[in-house]
Nanobody
């Protein structure tokens, strides 16, 4: 059974950095499409960054130039390096994964493209 576990959240001052990690287990393939989503209280879940099974990347406009997604296939781990954090980045961050299949680049940040989800890690940015 596929399982995702996020870590690395915490509280940081505005302008600071955090790195989130997500470990994928329960599968023999390292070529899943994976993504980070976030959800703040009262808001819908939104896509932040994604990397497809073919290593195509997609970023939400509001994180371009600040966040970087990466993966270590040998460790089945997905990362999100978050720099220049703002108070509006405060949210629960979720890792998602989908089995290897074609996903259009424009759909990589859609939550309905992913079957597997982690429990989330809280990121709080204080101003």
């Amino acid at each position: 059974q596929v399982h995702l576990v996020e870590s690395g959240g915490g509280t940081v001052q505005a302008g600071g950095s955090l790195r989130l990690s997500c470990v994928l287990s329960g599968t023999t393939t390292d070529r899943y499409s994976m993504a980070w989503f976030r959800q703040a209280p009262g808001n819908v879940r939104e896509g932040v960054a994604a990397v497809s099974w073919a290593d195509s990347e997609s970023y939400a406009d509001f994180v371009k130039g600040r966040f970087v997604i990466s993966r270590d296939n040998a460790k089945n781990t997905l990362y999100l390096q978050m720099n220049s954090l703002k108070s509006e980045d405060t949210a629960m961050y979720y890792c998602a994964a989908e089995e290897p299949r074609p996903i259009a680049l424009g759909r990589l940040l859609r939550s309905d493209e992913y079957h597997y989800w982690g429990q989330g890690t809280q990121v709080t940015v204080s101003s």
